[in-house]
């Protein structure tokens, strides 16, 4: 290979990464999910589990991939970036039914968000993606079936000594687990950000 064989490969390769992160396919995910989760902990706050909460999860599945969609396809309009919104949209669009569903074969609305995001992230290969999808879709789907307030938490109050007499278990173990989990994502999105944005 010739040296000028070798500069246009690594003109070509930066110029690659500089396009994949341009279309930001890893940090817009990320933080719309993470506000998404944000608002489910205000949501824990308001109802609680009850319908209402169940409703808000069953609502958030296709409003995080139709927003992600629509990002990707202002981005496609303004900067020509943002490729694969077309995946965003049409799974947000399946999971309208789908989210209606879910309850009832007793699956809750954050796994089934976490399970179509990680089959997007596979195949956009995107491993950190596939990461954080499966974290969030194992957290989520720990606290749609309480386990942290039935189990976790309780056994953590009691060793710390926190007197626990007055306190709903349910209520606020929802509110840490998804503010937490929310500030997590978005936190994340902001430092996968900036990797994408020098193209690394």
Not at 9 to 26: C, K, M, N, S, Y
Not at 100 to 106: D, E
Not at 120 to 133: G, R, S, T
Not at 156 to 177: D, K, P, Q
Request: proline share 3%; glycine share 10%.
């Amino acid at each position: 290979m010739t040296e000028d064989e070798r500069i246009t490969l690594t003109e070509v390769e930066r110029l690659r990464r500089q396009a994949r992160g341009d279309r930001r396919p890893t940090s817009v995910p990320l933080s719309i999910f993470g506000f998404v989760t944000l608002l489910g902990a205000v949501s824990a706050h308001v109802f609680g589990h009850t319908k209402a909460g169940m409703v808000f999860w069953m609502v958030a599945g296709p409003v995080c991939f139709l927003t992600v969609a629509a990002s990707y396809r202002f981005q496609t309009t303004r900067i020509g970036a943002g490729a694969g919104h077309n995946w965003y949209l049409w799974t947000g669009l399946l999971l309208i039914p789908l989210a209606v569903l879910a309850p009832f074969w007793g699956f809750g609305g954050v796994l089934v968000m976490a399970f179509a995001l990680a089959w997007l992230a596979i195949i956009q290969h995107n491993a950190l993606l596939v990461i954080c999808a499966i974290l969030f879709g194992v957290i989520g789907a720990l606290e749609d079936w309480m386990v942290f307030e039935t189990f976790l938490f309780p056994e953590v109050a009691s060793w710390v000594g926190w007197n626990t007499s007055g306190l709903g278990y349910s209520e606020w173990t929802s509110i840490l687990v998804y503010g937490v989990l929310g500030s997590s994502l978005i936190a994340a999105s902001l430092v996968v950000r900036r990797r994408e944005a020098v193209g690394s």
